[in-house]
């Protein structure tokens, strides 16, 4: 049988990064990776600040404001209502804090959101959790099934707009005015959505999180909270610093003497993006997930979930009986490391889990096509 037509490789997209050549990286939806433009803009500003940390520390919060403006402008949403935070799960606990919840209001979430964005919820509040058949067909679907399960009692609803273990989207725009429409305050994870996505705050939710560093090509801990003008009084800020009487979003980002040199080189990320050409950057990687997918789906007892072509991230369920624990899960992805030298993600789903590749421009269909066979010869095994 003729296999799937393999996409090119991206001109010069392998020099753009420091990766080992000794494993295959089909992981960048966990961690990112850091482009060397960007890694050099960061070392830069590394050693600005210990050259004379006097003038770095005092005039960084205006740096941070000129920066997020760069940032806002690539997003197309207004600077003063989006403050930089570390993370994704970071974001995710100042909203929640912002929200005051009572320990009887539900927030609802669905089964395939991120545990540590979850646990902060339920840290907080009644979590009521959607049961989402990975298998759910399309964006319809998934609406359905989470509008079906609010109550009279639902006061939040806490999205993926990208599932990271099934790379479903779920937060749609429709999905979003729905909720509005029904006094339900919109709380979007968008952890996988700058730079994957060409609008990743359509639809305008009361929150909005999502990290830098991943398919924005930003150093490590970098993120950006967006919050709509109704809310921005609210968002406390992470410790007392000589910016909360300026309020958000200066006050949420300024920690006294932290390391902002992250932060400050961020916009060199999308800067990069916009120069390679991001609709030719996202179609490449689609391609590249997508080519990925189609051979992994060869695999005697290896199922594809539903795709989605704006996204450089597929998911396939494995055979019954595997990754169906988080320590099963981990168990089989280092394996597969140790013995096969690539890098995916294995999530954990009860009666059998899954595995998620990525597609980005530093990878070759041969990275794909490795994987395969050897993946093959692994689970032949089991």
Not at 323 to 350: D, F, K, N, S, Y
């Amino acid at each position: 049988m003729t296999g799937p037509a393999a996409p090119a490789a991206f001109p010069g997209g392998a020099g753009l990064f420091r990766l080992g050549s000794h494993v295959a990286h089909l992981n960048h939806g966990s961690f990112g990776a850091v482009p060397v433009p960007v890694a050099d803009a960061h070392r830069r500003l590394t050693a600005e600040a210990a050259t004379d940390p006097d003038a770095f520390f005092l005039g960084v919060a205006d740096r941070l404001a000129e920066a997020r403006t760069r940032i806002a402008a690539h997003m197309n949403t207004e600077p003063e209502g989006a403050a930089f935070v570390t993370n994704a799960t970071e974001g995710a606990n100042l909203v929640l804090d912002a929200l005051c919840l009572a320990p009887d209001d539900e927030v609802l979430v669905t089964d395939h959101g991120y545990g540590t964005v979850v646990a902060a919820a339920a840290r907080r509040a009644r979590v009521i959790t959607v049961t989402l058949d990975p298998a759910l067909p399309d964006e319809s679907a998934l609406r359905k099934a989470v509008l079906s399960a609010l109550t009279p009692r639902t006061r939040v609803a806490l999205l993926d707009q990208i599932s990271s273990p099934t790379a479903r989207l779920i937060a749609t725009p429709e999905l979003i005015a729905d909720l509005a429409e029904r006094g339900v305050t919109t709380v979007v994870d968008g952890a996988h959505a700058p730079g994957m996505l060409a609008e990743p705050l359509a639809g305008g939710p009361d929150f909005w999180f999502g990290n830098l560093h991943k398919w924005a090509y930003a150093p490590p801990g970098s993120a950006l909270l967006v919050v709509s003008p109704t809310h921005r009084g609210r968002v406390p800020a992470p410790v007392p610093s000589w910016e909360d009487d300026r309020g958000f979003p200066r006050a949420v980002e300024y920690r006294a003497t932290a390391d902002y040199t992250g932060w400050l080189a961020a916009p060199e990320g999308l800067d990069l993006l916009a120069g390679l050409g991001p609709e030719r950057v996202r179609a490449h990687n689609s391609a590249l997930a997508g080519y990925g997918a189609e051979l992994l789906a060869r695999l005697p007892g290896v199922t594809p979930l539903p795709a989605d072509d704006r996204l450089a991230m597929r998911a396939l369920r494995l055979p019954p009986r595997l990754a169906r624990t988080h320590a099963e899960a981990a168990a089989l992805r280092e394996e597969i490391a140790a013995r096969l030298g690539c890098r995916v993600l294995i999530w954990p789903w009860p009666g059998g889990g899954g595995i998620r590749i990525c597609g980005q421009i530093y990878n070759l269909p041969a990275e794909y096509e490795r994987l395969a066979v050897a993946l093959r010869s692994l689970l032949d095994g089991r």
